[in-house]
């Protein structure tokens, strides 16, 4: 492993050897994103066509994560769940154990605090600058540079993520400590499952009354019910344009990956005995639907009153 830390290299001028691993549809538009910035990047992933992809655009392949890191100084992960975290960096092979001290580690899963609290004590024994940074904002912030990151850990870790955070998003928030971030961004799509969830049932409530969708839609935007999901993201088809409800639920936060947000939300809720009815009965509602309906979009939650609106 490379010994050049962050700070050596900022101090000359150069920008920091980055290994991005983790090529998803979250993670290659992030990686393209810093090679746009001209960062140096080395990046793994399982699948060959993602790997390829930003070959193409300008990054270097590594065999391994190890690999990857060899000679980084900055080390990105997106990966699906905390079981993938874990292995990455306290695994056989794990980063952790390589990577020499003053290197900082982003990880921009979304994972249980827990979870990423353990691999934030154990780089913080071994000198390692360790940063949990969940992100909001979906595929198209992603690629349009504009997500929101929501970040635990130390603030002068912060403060050294913070130029590279600001290539892939516009909105970088320092929630406190190790995992704060995890419980910030879960806090948040918790509520996000509750409102599109509620705003599905009260348009349908109305249309099953008589009432026109788009027109109810914006009796509720201009009162006390304003939400949201009624401002950018109508659950209903063909109310409101370029959202996935009115392109067949395609594109989008897929229902399955709420689910997983929602569990994520249940199980800290359990850890730390605070009481969430309204969080478990979004939870129990989306478990339902994503038996069929996992891969499409979250507001594909409408057809739980009006099947019609998924065929």
Not at 64 to 92: C, F, R, T, W
Not at 164 to 184: E, P, R, S, Y
Not at 193 to 208: D, R
Not at 275 to 284: D, Q
């Amino acid at each position: 492993m490379g010994t050049q830390n962050i700070s050596t290299t900022e101090k000359n001028g150069a920008k920091p050897n980055i290994a991005f691993i983790g090529l998803g549809n979250m993670g290659a538009p992030m990686a393209e994103n810093l090679l746009k910035a001209g960062y140096s990047l080395s990046v793994y992933d399982l699948s060959e066509a993602a790997t390829q992809r930003l070959q193409q655009a300008g990054a270097s392949v590594a065999d391994s994560p190890k690999d990857a890191a060899s000679n980084a100084q900055v080390i990105i992960s997106m990966l699906p769940a905390g079981k993938h975290v874990h292995s990455v960096y306290l695994g056989e092979n794990g980063l952790l154990a390589e990577l020499p001290k003053g290197t900082l580690v982003i990880d921009s899963s979304t994972i249980a605090a827990a979870d990423a609290t353990v691999v934030a004590e154990a780089a913080s024994n071994l000198g390692i600058d360790f940063l949990d940074a969940p992100v909001s904002g979906g595929t198209g912030g992603a690629v349009a540079g504009s997500l929101t990151f929501i970040v635990g850990g130390s603030a002068h870790a912060f403060a050294k993520a913070e130029p590279i955070l600001a290539v892939m998003g516009k909105n970088i928030f320092h929630a406190g400590d190790h995992g704060a971030g995890q419980v910030a961004k879960i806090c948040n799509n918790m509520l996000l499952g509750i409102l599109m969830a509620g705003t599905a049932e009260a348009i349908n409530l109305g249309v099953k009354n008589g009432l026109d969708p788009k027109v109810l839609s914006d009796i509720m935007l201009q009162s006390s019910g304003r939400n949201w999901t009624l401002e950018v993201y109508n659950p209903y088809p063909q109310v409101m344009e370029n959202v996935p409800s009115s392109n067949g639920y395609q594109g989008g936060f897929m229902s399955k990956l709420m689910q997983k947000d929602l569990n994520l939300a249940m199980q800290t809720a359990q850890d730390t005995k605070v009481e969430t009815p309204m969080g478990a009965k979004a939870t129990e509602l989306y478990e339902a639907h994503t038996v069929e309906n996992g891969d499409k979009d979250f507001s594909s939650i409408m057809g739980r009153h009006d099947s019609s609106v998924l065929s």
